[in-house]
């Protein structure tokens, strides 16, 4: 039930203004020092990645190290190729606040699927081995935002927050009385 004398006011504040979830799979190719034989396993490791706002979207910068175990000369030898990959992705963003500011607007991006190979094929024309790596990205936009709330005069209501103030205390003090170790 809403008052005779509520009041409704104009806020600004920071919130959510905008979010969005990409999934993507993508394929890096490595050139090993050595002509492979074959392919012993693949992984990645040290990733980091930011977000910067492009439009209506966030474009993700990511970098991360790829290492690819393999084997050379007839299955004799084996070791560890190193890269270092980088990627950019867009992420759109979705349910967008209409009273958004996009003045000192933060992007927030994190991982909701860390980079995992999935896939590693040795090309033996070219000696390359192409890794297929899947990975997800959130992404939020927070910015400053107007919230319309309801309001009421507290003079006018003076028992009544009085009342919960009291039967406030009251409940804090006989818990924290039972919280006393003897």
């Known amino acids: 039930m809403i008052a005779s004398d509520s009041i409704c006011r104009e806020i600004i504040t920071h919130a959510v203004c905008g979010k969005g979830t990409k999934y993507s799979t993508e394929t890096f190719t490595i050139r090993p020092d050595h002509l492979p034989t074959t392919v012993g396993g693949c992984w990645v490791m040290n990733h980091h990645c930011k977000g910067e706002l492009v439009d209506h979207a966030v474009e993700v910068h990511g970098r991360f190290d790829l290492n690819l175990w393999y084997s050379y000369d007839d299955n004799s030898q084996t070791t560890v190729a190193k890269d270092a990959v980088e990627y950019t992705l867009v992420v759109p963003l979705h349910e967008m606040d209409p009273h958004r500011s996009f003045d000192e607007a933060l992007v927030d991006v994190r991982m909701i699927q860390e980079p995992n190979c999935l896939d590693a094929v040795l090309n033996d024309a070219t000696h390359e081995v192409a890794v297929t790596v899947t990975m997800g990205h959130q992404a939020e936009l927070i910015g400053r935002t107007k919230l319309w709330v309801l309001t009421c005069d507290p003079t006018k209501h003076k028992e009544s927050f ?19 170790v003897r």
């Open 162 to 180: 009085s009342d919960f103030s009291e039967s406030y205390l009251e409940e804090e003090s006989v818990a924290e009385s039972s919280n006393v």
